[in-house]
Structures are given as C-alpha cells and as structure tokens.
T-cell receptor
Framework: DTGVSQNPRHKITKRGQNVTFRCDPI?????LYWYRQTLGQGPEFLTY????????KSRLLSDRFSAERPKGSFSTLEIQRTEQGDSAMYLC?????????????FGPGTRLTVL | KNEVEQSPQNLTAQEGEFITINCSYS?????LHWLQQHPGGGIVSLFM???GKKKHGRLIATINIQEKHSSLHITASHPRDSAVYIC??????????????FGSGTQLTVLP
C-alpha cells in the first residue's frame, strides 16, 4: 500500500474558475477527512466522510465548496468560482476503524494558487 | 484564544542541541498528536498520545492531562530534523470528536 495520494499536487487557476481535487485514501480506511492549510498556519478541518456518507462539515466550507465520496473509496473536493482567498494547501487524510479512528494518515496535499 | 497553542513559533538550533517544543490545549481530549511537515506539504505522524510518554529514536513526547500540556523533545538534533512540527488534538467535545484541531506549528531549523 502506497499511502494516501492526492492529485494534482499543484494547481494554478484564475479567479472565477472551478477546480476539482482528488484524494485516494489507504484502502479499507473507512474515514476520509479534508483539511485546508494557509501559509504559516496549522490545518483546519473542512469535512469528513465515513464510507460514502458525509457526516460533518465545517462552517469554513462555504456553498462554493462541495465534496463527494461516491463509492466510499476516493473523494473529490470541488471549489466553484474560486477566489484569491481560496489559495491554500488542501490536505486529505484517512483513518482506519481499529483503535477508534484515532490515527490519521495524511496525503501530500494539493497546493492551490488562485491568481 | 485558540484551542491549541504551540511555542515557540520559530526555533533555530545548532546541530547536536536538545530541543523542546511545547503544546497547550484548552479542551478535553481523547488523543494528542505530534506531526511533522516538511517543505512541500506532506504530513507525517510522529506520535499519538493519550497519557504518559512515548519514545521513538531521538524523539520523545510527553503529555500531562491534568495540566493540558504536551512537549516534544528532540535529542542530538540534526539538520534533517528541520521541519514544521504541529501539535493536534482530538477533542471529546460533542460534535467535534471526529476531526483534529491543530496548532499553528513550530518551524524548526537545525544548523550544521
């Protein structure tokens, strides 16, 4: 198993465009989390899935953001009508059921730059 | 006030020095994590603690639940230890028991 993977690693877009990121968790990890990290700060929680169900969303997740995990495996995070304030690193993590989901394994992140 | 506070924000050390990074939190927790983030973004989990002390190689992590405080120590520091070290907690507060709350990180630079 190669760990959590995210694509693309970098994305540069113009303000107003839509972007979509993909996260492939470690296989058989039930939970999948999305976080956002701006420069000089720690990551902030956006949303998480247990299997295909989206169980919690942060108030940071405006209506321009949507996340899906249609088959309980990979997940996508879409940002519509991007704004310069969306520029950040978007991190995905997955977590196995054993030990009560306390451990999270992080992907390398997707760095978004909105011009 | 942030739920998770780290100090110092930046730390520069000479190779071989003993390093301590501190983390204080204000909520009840079920677990505390120490994470390492290298340039480029990838995050690696170093420790997960709910009590006591853990050691892995030159890294030691301690937690005092009563004082809501944890420390990460690096013995015989090396330039390859240069990274951002992040403390994160899993809160037991209702509605937030499933994701991590992160500190803002400590940028460690170890000079040769």
């Amino acid at each position: 198993d190669t760990g959590v993977s995210q694509n693309p690693r970098h994305k540069i877009t113009k303000r107003g465009q839509n972007v979509t990121f993909r996260c492939d968790p470690i296989s058989e990890h039930n939970r999948l989390y999305w976080y956002r990290q701006t420069l000089g700060q720690g990551p902030e929680f956006l949303t998480y899935f247990q299997n295909e169900a989206q169980l919690e969303k942060s108030r940071l997740l405006s209506d321009r953001f949507s996340a899906e995990r249609p088959k309980g495996s990979f997940s996508t995070l879409e940002i519509q009508r991007t704004e310069q304030g969306d520029s950040a690193m978007y991190l995905c993590a997955s977590s196995p059921r054993d030990r009560g989901y306390n451990e999270q394994f992080f992907g390398p992140g997707t760095r978004l730059t909105v011009l | 006030k942030n739920e998770v506070e780290q100090s110092p924000q930046n730390l520069t050390a000479q190779e071989g020095e003993f390093i301590t990074i501190n983390c204080s939190y204000s909520v009840g927790i079920s677990a505390l994590h120490w994470l390492q983030q290298h340039p480029g973004g990838g995050i690696v989990s170093l420790f997960m603690l709910s009590s006591g002390k853990k050691k892995h190689g030159r890294l030691i992590a301690t937690i005092n639940i009563q004082e809501k405080h944890s420390s990460l120590h690096i013995t015989a520091s090396h330039p390859r230890d240069s990274a951002v070290y992040i403390c994160a907690v899993r809160s037991t507060f209702s509605g937030s028991a499933r994701q991590l709350t992160f500190g803002s990180g400590t940028q460690l630079t170890v000079l040769p």
